[in-house]
């Protein structure tokens, strides 16, 4: 009888080589993909300005041509911009904001940003197609390659065990010529290492996407449902510049942002009762034209408002609004903290607040999403003239270390936001 374990382990070998190589390449392929989107995704894009500059075609601007001077911006915008006419002149540009230094990146690492970047800039724009009237505006889904992966995986695996069988039967012919005598294999379906083989794989690569689905499950990044009033943040915040705390007064001293009341609304609505077509027609998602008159109808129906006799008849009702951002339960996140001590800007965690019509969450809100922010953030220490935050004052060490040069800032990690209490109850 032929004595195939041989062959066997050499084709379990192959195929769990083949198997890791798969997933090791996109790991590496996708690597400054997911840097970029965990660190530079909130304030910049590739094509557009945002909060910072489009990135596309960085490496040919200004001090960027020398990848090392881009290694000294990431690390400490600061002390690079201090000597640099260049990033002063962008610091001017984009409203006083300077980037938040990324001293935890290697080299490595920023080389694989620079590499994403420059190859998503030469492939052009993947994202949604421009707006025309009636044409609805669908979110570019990104290229995900574990599938295609995983099928060839798979593809290769049946490759070896095809050429096993070509052996096997190759020899048989060879041995059957020169009067050795054989035995029948057995059957693919009852060979015990063949099926170990099978589920192994089947073991390795079902895993790997339970595991993965598991991690994600709570998380509604790029969630937007459709509000029982057509609110656009995009007329609003954007081309009316409506300050974000008029309406959300809770993000600067509570917990929680808060939703308007209907009240609010009327500061302003009972006044503008028709919408004049500022920001141009208004869609849904699914390319349907909006009415916005129509819609401030509602909001008066709402508050119980007759615009006619200019009178509440006191009829309202209340709003029933879908949340959009939720958190789990054990975790604790406080508005105040980030905008108000932290100043934080809406659009980190937001998006491009300002361009939006119907909001959907921008980030997935994932516990590594959070922990990476804390780990780059700096906090007000002061300095230069400058009183910071009184309540740092307790970091003596920090504050002395500061002044001797030993460092130019403080992170949020520093001073204990990587702790679990910070976080959770």
Known sequence: MIDHRANVKRTLFSALFFLLLSFGNKLTAQDGQAIFKDNCASCHSVFKPMTGPALGG??????????????????NPTKFMASDPYTQKLKQEFNGVVMTPFASLSEKEIDAVIGYVEATFKKGPSGPTPQTPGTPTTPGEESDNAILYGVLTLILAVVALIMLNVNSNLKKLSDDKEGVPTY???????????????????????????????IGLGRSQNYQPEQPIFYSHKVHAGVNQINCLYCHGGAMEGKHANIP????????????????????????????????????????????????????????????????HNLPDHVFFSHAQHVNAGKVQCQTCHGEITKMDEVKQFADLSMGWCINCHRTTKVNFGGKGEEGNKFYSIYKKYH????????????????GGLECQKCHY
């Open 261 to 324: 009341s209907v009240n609010v609304c009327m500061n302003c609505h009972m006044t503008i009762s028709e919408y004049s077509g500022s920001a141009g027609k208004l869609y849904r998602e699914d390319g349907t034209e909006v009415n916005g008159t129509n819609e401030i109808q509602k909001i008066y129906a709402a508050a119980g408002w007759d615009p006619a006799k200019r009178a509440y008849s006191g009829e309202g009702k209340e709003i029933q609004w879908t949340k959009i």
């Open 58 to 75: 960085v490496t040919t601007r200004g001090p960027w041509t020398d990848h090392k001077k881009i290694y000294e911006w990431v690390h």
């Open 400 to 415: 002395d270390e500061i002044k001797e040069g030993k460092r130019d800032s403080v992170t949020v990690n520093d001073i």
């Open 184 to 214: 029948e294999p057995i059957p693919f379906y009852r060979n015990k290492s063949y099926i170990t083989l099978i589920v192994l794989i089947l073991f390795v690569v079902g895993g790997y996407y339970i595991v993965k689905g598991a």
